[in-house]
């Protein structure tokens, strides 16, 4: 089974920046993608980044220009670049690990769909 553990959640002022982090385990397949999606009180999820083994990436336009995901294949490990962070940003983090079946590449766009596993998330808080 597969386990993520994220780091790198805190405090920050708006317009500032944090990175998150993420280490998978126990991963069995070649092909995955990793992502993230934040959970605010109140709110719907929202997916917001994911990218595949080949680096190929998705953003949601809610973070497209301020948030950069990258991968690491060899560590399995993803990491999140937050800057220019709002207070709208404020949520908990989640890591999400996507089987080869969980996305697809359709034209240059990267979609990755429900994750198969998830980690226990990270709070991030941006204040005004």
């Known amino acids: 089974e597969v386990q993520l553990v994220e780091s790198g959640g805190g405090l920050v002022q708006a317009g500032g920046s944090l990175r998150l982090s993420c280490v998978a385990s126990?991963?069995?397949?070649?092909?995955?993608?990793m992502g993230w999606f934040r959970q605010a009180p109140g709110k719907a999820r929202e997916d917001i980044s994911c990218?595949?083994?080949?680096?190929?990436?998705y953003y949601s336009e809610s973070v497209k220009g301020r948030f950069t995901i990258s991968i690491d294949n060899a560590k399995n490990t993803v990491d999140l670049q937050m800057n220019s962070l709002k207070p709208e940003d404020t949520a908990v983090y989640y890591c999400a690990y996507y089987k080869p079946t969980s996305w697809g590449v359709f034209g240059s766009h990267l979609m990755c769909k429900r994750d198969d596993y998830r980690g226990q998330g990270t709070q991030v808080t941006v204040s005004s």
């Open positions: 990218i595949n083994t080949d680096g190929d990436t």
């Open positions: 126990g991963i069995a397949f070649d092909g995955y993608a």
